[in-house]
C-alpha cells in the first residue's frame, strides 16, 4: 500500500474494514518507518503503530502485534507497549529487511524486549524463505518449500540447493516423501519434491514451521 494512502487511514477505517470481513484473528495496521527517514518521522510512525494496536483491542477477536521501527529504541518501545497492553502473537515483516541484511537490527531488540518483560510470546516472522539460524520459538510464513519444488530447488538442513547439485543429488533421503530416493529421484515430481521440502524446513523449525 503506498506510503500517502496509509497517512490517509485513520483507526476507524481499519476497525470497519475488519468488522466488515469478520475474520477470525486480524494483524494491526502495517505503516512505514524508514531507517534513513529523520528521527522525527520514523518516530511519529512508531507511536501511530502503537496507538492503532490500542484501538484494536476493542475489536474482540485476537489481534496480532507488529515489531516495527526504525532503531533499536523505537522497536524495543513499540514493541513493549504492545506487551504492556496484552499482545500475546507477533508478527515480523522480513521480507525487506532480510535482502537488505538488517533483519537482526530489528529482530534482536524485539527479542531483548521480550526478555526484558519476561514473556515469551508466539513470533511469526513472514516474507523470508529459510530460517533464521540460532531462532527455533518462531513460525514462519511463507511458501518457499512449494515454489522451490517448482523451480526444482531440493531443501536439506534448511540450505537450498538445486536438484542437481553433485554435492547433494545423489543422496539418500528417508523423509516420508523420499523413502530411499536419492535427491535425484525426486526431478520431475513437484509434489515429492515440494513435500520433502516442507519436511525439511518444519524439521529445522522444530515443528514450528
Not at 145 to 154: D, I, Q, R, S, V
Not at 163 to 177: L, Y
Request: charged content about 20%; glycine content about 8%; overall charge negative.
Amino acid at each position: 500500500m503506498p506510503d500517502e494512502l496509509i497517512d490517509q487511514l485513520q483507526p476507524k477505517d481499519y476497525l470497519r474494514l475488519v468488522r466488515g470481513l469478520r475474520p477470525d484473528a486480524t494483524m494491526i495496521p502495517d505503516n512505514y518507518t524508514y531507517m534513513d527517514d529523520p528521527l522525527y518521522l520514523s518516530w511519529s510512525q512508531t507511536i501511530r503503530l502503537v496507538r492503532n494496536a490500542c484501538s484494536f483491542l476493542d475489536l474482540g477477536i485476537p489481534a496480532i502485534g507488529l515489531i516495527k521501527g526504525a532503531t533499536s529504541e523505537q522497536v524495543s518501545w513499540s514493541t513493549k507497549q504492545l506487551i504492556s497492553m496484552g499482545y500475546a502473537t507477533f508478527a515480523l515483516p522480513a521480507r525487506e529487511l532480510s535482502r537488505s541484511e538488517l533483519l537482526d537490527n530489528v529482530l534482536a531488540p524485539a527479542l531483548l524486549a521480550f526478555e526484558e518483560c519476561q514473556v515469551s510470546p508466539n513470533l511469526m516472522i513472514y516474507g523470508r524463505s529459510y530460517p533464521v539460524k540460532g531462532l527455533k520459538k518462531a513460525s514462519y510464513a511463507n511458501h518457499s518449500w512449494f515454489l522451490g519444488a517448482k523451480g526444482g530447488t531440493y531443501f536439506k538442513g534448511g540450505f537450498q540447493y538445486d536438484i542437481i547439485d553433485p554435492t547433494i543429488r545423489f543422496e539418500r533421503c528417508n523423509c516420508e516423501s523420499c523413502k530411499g530416493r536419492m535427491a535425484q529421484d525426486l526431478a520431475g515430481d513437484t509434489q515429492a519434491l515440494a513435500l520433502h521440502n516442507l519436511l525439511d524446513l518444519n524439521s529445522e523449525l522444530g515443528g514450528t514451521g
